[in-house]
């Protein structure tokens, strides 16, 4: 799974094994070393969750989480959408956006 950041947008690109493992598990998460040891780390993860009404950000120290509620999570992984995305307030008047990819690769 590939993480792209930037000011104004979290991009999570999913290829197809991915994308099938995560509507198996309902979890991906990859660890980025940064320096040594766990707390060198960061950590980011796309999770199935029942608890969430929309596709979230729950960011905590060195670690980023995206949350697809659970019936968008299963049906989006065993469909042809390409995509999820979503905009979250993330300070008064700053938003991100926030897209969840499914990576089919270079058609040329």
């Not at 905009?87 to 956006?97: G, H, I, R, W």
């Amino acid at each position: 799974m590939k993480l792209r950041l930037d000011e104004t947008s979290l991009r999570l690109r999913l290829d197809s094994a991915e994308v099938a493992e995560f509507g198996r598990t309902g979890l991906l998460e990859t660890a980025v070393p940064l320096g040594p040891g766990a707390a060198g780390q960061l950590r980011y993860s796309l999770e199935r969750d029942a608890e969430v009404p929309a596709l979230t950000l729950r960011p905590e120290p060195g670690r980023i989480r995206v949350l697809v509620p659970a019936a968008q999570a299963t049906a989006w992984a065993g469909s042809d959408e390409i995509s999820l995305r979503t905009k979250v307030e993330v300070a008064e008047n700053q938003f991100l956006l926030i897209l969840v990819e499914k990576d089919l690769g270079c058609a040329h």
